[in-house]
């Protein structure tokens, strides 16, 4: 009699613990002309490595809804891991999309240029700038991974984002904080503040 209990508690706890689990597909999106041949896809939540040596889709499992950090390495491409904020069993595609590799310090670009802006940038330069793709907010982290609202915003107001490294010196932190108000400061003059309801994660300087 015990032994049936403790094998319908184990049974239960198994299904369960299986219960919370959610699939994941992890897709590619290669805007180069290079073939993939290695790299490594990383949840640093749960700090899961697999070994990819081609583009096709595949799946992860994930022990349960929530938020996570993905992302890919590769010795051949820049790569930008474009995920939800939130994985669910709804939103549940992990995007990496793959570009070539840029000569520049371990920066990753939403737009093909950027220009810091300063106190002496007007609202019209800053709209002619936009219109060129060129005003970016500046974020800094441990990976090359791009918020996925911050692709959603760029569609919607023209203004990115660029990922640099985590060493952060006095001087490019006092650069990325003035950049980052400037943008704020015309978005809100213009929009008012409901855009920032649209970023998660707020940038330097933005609370």
């Known amino acids: ?18 219960a919370n689990e959610i699939e994941a597909t992890v897709v590619f999106e290669n805007m180069t002309n290079k ?3 290695s790299g490594q896809f990383i949840n640093i939540s749960t700090n ?3 070994d990819v040596n081609n583009t096709e889709s595949f799946k992860i499992t994930l022990p349960e809804k ?4 993905f992302t890919f390495n590769s010795e051949d491409f820049d790569v930008y891991t474009i995920y939800p904020a939130k994985m669910s069993s709804n939103k549940n595609v992990i995007t990496v999309r793959l570009t070539n590799k840029l000569d520049v310090n371990n920066t990753m670009n ?32 441990i990976d090359n991974t791009v918020p996925e609202d911050y692709l959603a915003f760029k569609d919607k107001y ?5 990922k640099e490294n985590c060493v952060i010196d006095p001087l490019s932190y006092k650069n990325a904080t003035m950049n980052n108000k400037i943008i704020s400061q ?14 998660q994660v707020k940038p330097f300087g933005i609370k």
């Not at 929530?66 to 950090?69: A, E, H, S």
């Not at 240029?113 to 800094?140: A, P, Q, R």
Request: no cysteine; charged share 20%; net charge neutral.
């Open 186 to 199: 015309y978005l809100t003059s213009k929009y008012g503040t409901e855009w920032l309801n649209e970023l």
């Open 35 to 37: 073939e993939l041949t």
């Open 158 to 162: 023209g203004i990115g984002a660029i």
């Open 110 to 141: 939403v737009s093909s240029s950027s220009k810091n802006l300063d106190l002496k940038t007007t609202n019209e330069e800053i709209e002619n700038l936009i219109s060129k793709g060129s005003v970016n907010f500046i974020l800094h982290g």
């Open 1 to 18: 009699m015990i032994k049936t209990l403790l094998t319908l508690i184990v049974a239960l706890l198994t299904t369960t613990i299986f």
């Open 48 to 50: 899961h490595k697999i």
């Open 66 to 69: 929530g938020k996570y950090i």
